[in-house]
């Protein structure tokens, strides 16, 4: 895998970045760190807090990374993709955006709207 400073001095001149996922609301771990504990979920969602939490910390210091390879960089257009964002949408709403049916905390079948 090529480092940014690989890429930049290959010529690239846009990079998109995607950050994290809200890793809390991915079906294998809710199975993996499953807790009796009510006080662990997020309320709105059911996804597990601490993970979610982390994944957010995670995507800040990913943000603030971005923004100093701007500086260090002025010609090359580097996009940051919010994919934490764009998931908790459909984990907030899910009737928006498809059917989903899970089985046991895992996705077995979605039909999604476009």
Same mark, same amino acid.
């Given at each position: 895998?090529?480092?940014?400073q690989?890429?930049?001095? %290959?010529?690239?001149?846009? @990079?998109?970045?995607?950050?994290n +996922?809200?890793? !809390?609301?991915?079906?294998? #771990?809710?199975?993996?760190?499953?807790?009796?504990?009510?006080?662990?979920?997020?309320?709105?969602t059911?996804?597990?807090?601490?993970?979610n939490?982390?994944?957010r910390?995670?995507?800040? %210091?990913?943000?603030?990374? @971005?923004e100093?390879?701007r500086? +260090?960089?002025? !010609?090359?257009?580097?996009? #940051?993709a919010?994919?934490y964002?764009?998931?908790?949408?459909?984990f907030?709403?899910?009737?928006?955006?498809?059917?989903?049916?899970?089985?046991?905390?895992?996705?077995?079948?979605?039909t999604?709207?476009?």
């Amino acid at each position: 895998m090529l480092s940014f400073q690989e890429l930049i001095g %290959l010529g690239a001149k846009t @990079l998109v970045v995607p950050g994290n +996922l809200p890793i !809390g609301c991915i079906p294998n #771990y809710l199975f993996v760190f499953r807790s009796d504990n009510k006080g662990d979920y997020e309320a709105e969602t059911g996804c597990i807090g601490w993970l979610n939490e982390f994944a957010r910390y995670h995507n800040e %210091l990913l943000i603030e990374e @971005l923004e100093r390879l701007r500086q +260090l960089h002025p !010609g090359v257009t580097i996009i #940051y993709a919010d994919y934490y964002g764009a998931a908790m949408e459909v984990f907030i709403s899910p009737q928006r955006y498809g059917e989903f049916v899970y089985r046991c905390g895992v996705l077995i079948s979605a039909t999604i709207f476009w």
